[in-house]
């Protein structure tokens, strides 16, 4: 199985800050990548997909770059909505494995 | 507009099944994959099945194997997960979610509780 490993697990930032997580795979998987925002009680919501993709109706202030085994997700401005926790997942082989989350949280 | 809305929760023993539905509207399910992810309390998410848009393929996680089965009805637009011989550790919130045709999961349902406790 494909390990996916996300860094840090919890960052404590500010409103105008800019942020970087970053997921990293034990082997490489291309650009079969996509990162998450997730919400207590609510549905996950894809942010980015092939590593690098803007999702429909997502804010052009976060990003995603990366290929290989080392992959980032940036948001340039941090906004209150943006406080939350954030999964990496590789779609290159089975099981689809998510890293363990990164938690944004409110400094 | 697209929704997947899971059913099937509740609290049951160890040892004991569950099988979950997730119904889906909005598009046309027979020419999707569909998954079940889960979250265990306190835990991240966990990739745990997928069925190809037409039944033909079924994988999953390792713990899983040989206890639950995915299955999917087409003529129902209805994604099922039968959950046999559960464990304390299989107690999670489920949710089904689409594939989207770049590969990523783009629409999730809200999830249903499984608690698996004596």
């Known amino acids: 199985d494909i390990q996916m490993t996300q860094s840090p697990s919890t960052l404590s930032a500010s409103v105008g800050d800019r942020v970087t997580i970053t997921c990293r795979a034990s082997q490489s998987i291309n650009n079969w990548l996509a990162w998450y925002q997730h919400k207590p009680g609510k549905a996950p919501k894809v942010l980015i997909y092939k590593a690098s993709s803007l999702e429909s109706g997502v804010p052009s202030r976060l990003s995603g770059s990366g290929s290989g085994t080392e992959f980032t997700l940036t948001i340039s401005s941090l906004q209150p909505d943006d406080f939350a926790t954030y999964y990496c997942?590789?779609?290159?082989?089975?099981?689809?494995?998510f890293g363990q989350g990164t938690k944004l949280e409110i400094k | 507009q697209v929704q997947l809305v899971e059913s099937g929760g509740g609290v049951v023993q160890p040892g004991r099944s569950l099988r979950l539905s997730c119904a889906a509207s909005g598009f046309t399910f027979s020419s999707y994959g569909i998954h079940w992810v889960r979250q265990a309390p306190g835990k991240g998410l966990e990739w745990v099945a997928v069925i190809w848009y037409d039944g033909s393929n079924k994988y999953y996680i390792d713990s899983v194997k040989g206890r639950f089965t995915i299955s999917r009805d087409n003529s129902k637009n209805t994604l099922y997960l039968q959950m046999n011989s559960l464990r304390a550790e299989d107690t999670a919130v489920y949710y089904c979610?689409?594939?989207?045709?770049?590969?990523?999961?783009?629409?999730w349902g809200q999830g249903t509780l499984v608690t698996v406790s004596s």
């Open positions: 979610t689409r594939q989207a045709v770049a590969v990523h999961f783009d629409y």
């Open positions: 997942q590789q779609f290159y082989s089975y099981p689809y494995t």
